[in-house]
Nanobody, 117 residues
Framework: QVQLVESGGGLVQAGGSLRLSCAAS????????MGWYRQAPGKQRELVAT???????NYADSVKGRFTISRDNANNTVYLQMNSLKPEDTAVYYC???????????WGQGTQVTVSS
């Protein structure tokens, strides 16, 4: 079982920056994929960015060039650096971890990001 603890959300003005962190703990030998999703009010949860153990990254088109995902594999932690934030980035951001192709996804409790105009 994997436990995820997120931090770093908050209120920021448009154009500002925030950095989200998510630390995974529990019975972990390795982590295939770590990532971030978000859900705005009245909308479905959507992919923001993922990073694989092999170094590959994937971003939603809406955040390319503004957000950067990174991993600290030694500490089982994933980060999301968010720059040039826009009001439409306002959402609850969820950390997601997949240990292997045969495991279930694990989700964090979510952290609120609010961008004011």
């Amino acid at each position: 079982q994997v436990q995820l603890v997120e931090s770093g959300g908050g209120l920021v003005q448009a154009g500002g920056s925030l950095r989200l962190s998510c630390a995974a703990s529990g019975s972990i030998r390795s982590i295939l994929r770590m990532g971030w999703y978000r859900q705005a009010p009245g909308k479905q949860r959507e992919l923001v960015a993922t990073a694989t153990s092999g170094g590959g990254t994937n971003y939603a088109d809406s955040v390319k060039g503004r957000f950067t995902i990174s991993r600290d594999n030694a500490n089982n932690t994933v980060y999301l650096q968010m720059n040039s934030l826009k009001p439409e980035d306002t959402a609850v951001y969820y950390c997601n971890v997949l240990l292997s192709p045969f495991s279930q996804n694990s989700w964090g409790q979510g952290t609120q990001v609010t961008v004011s105009s």
